[in-house]
């Protein structure tokens, strides 16, 4: 799978895994030098808390476009350690 956003390939990897329809990917295979900090977290029932990161490629910024869990709840442990991506990236086979 990959995650491509303003063309660049941001994530790659053949080890996702899919819950609700996105695919999360393993935070080894996420380019570090694309991700910018945000402050935003959100909360979900059997997941936990997640935190974002804003996307930054070739002077352009996407907004809180990726999300991870730093401590997901039982039922979401298959996530740990990865991330996802929404807001125009494209994420394709």
């Keep these: 799978m990959k995650a491509v ?14 819950v609700e329809g996105n695919h999360y990917f393993p935070e080894a295979s996420v380019r570090q030098d694309v991700l ?3 402050s935003t977290t959100t909360h979900c029932p059997w997941k936990g808390d997640a935190s974002y990161w804003s ?10 476009a990726a999300w ?9 442990s298959e996530i740990a350690g990865r991330i996802a991506f929404w ?3 494209e994420v394709t086979a």
Excluded: F, I
Excluded at 55 to 64: A, F, M, Q, S
Excluded at 69 to 74: D, F, R, T
């Design 5 to 18: 956003w303003n063309g660049t390939v941001v994530a790659e990897s053949d080890d996702t895994v899919v």
């Design 36 to 38: 910018r900090p945000s």
């Design 55 to 64: 996307l930054e490629v070739d002077g352009r910024t996407n907004p809180d």
């Design 68 to 76: 991870y869990y730093p401590e997901p709840k039982p039922a979401a």
């Design 87 to 89: 807001r125009g990236v």
